[in-house]
């Protein structure tokens, strides 16, 4: 059981990337999936997520209005669109799984982890 998440680099304040999280296993009609991101010397914090086969999206409120999560039940992939992106986006960001398709916002509530993928945002 795997997930793998790309689409990480190096961008300027003000620009944008786009995420991508593959996980063959899953669906999103049946899971919540949801994106972390870990900054050096901070602990991982929640980001986004989405459930109910992509029709429920919810944001920290530090990405709200920037961020987009979405996704493609096909491809058994997630998407995080990130705009206006600052130097304290900074981080190693995570996809993750949680069985069944509650809500969650906490590490603990997801079962399955990506490898992460690394953003940097820096002039």
């Known amino acids: 059981v795997q997930l793998q998440a790309s689409g990480g680099g190096l961008v300027q304040p003000g620009g944008s990337l786009r995420l991508s999280c593959v996980g063959s296993a899953f669906s999103l009609v049946r899971y919540t999936w949801g994106w972390f991101r870990q900054a050096p010397g901070k602990e991982r914090e929640w980001v986004s997520y989405?459930?109910?086969?992509?029709?429920?999206?919810y944001y920290a409120d530090s990405v709200k209005g920037r961020f987009t999560m979405s996704g493609d039940n096909a491809k058994r992939t997630v998407y995080l669109e990130m705009h206006s992106l600052k130097p304290e986006d900074t981080a190693v960001y995570y996809c993750?799984?949680?069985?069944?398709?509650?809500?969650?916002?906490?590490?603990?509530?997801?079962?399955?982890w990506g490898q992460g993928t690394q953003v940097t945002v820096s002039s």
């Open positions: 989405i459930r109910n086969s992509g029709r429920s999206t």
């Open positions: 993750a799984v949680r069985l069944g398709s509650a809500v969650g916002t906490k590490t603990s509530d997801y079962a399955y």
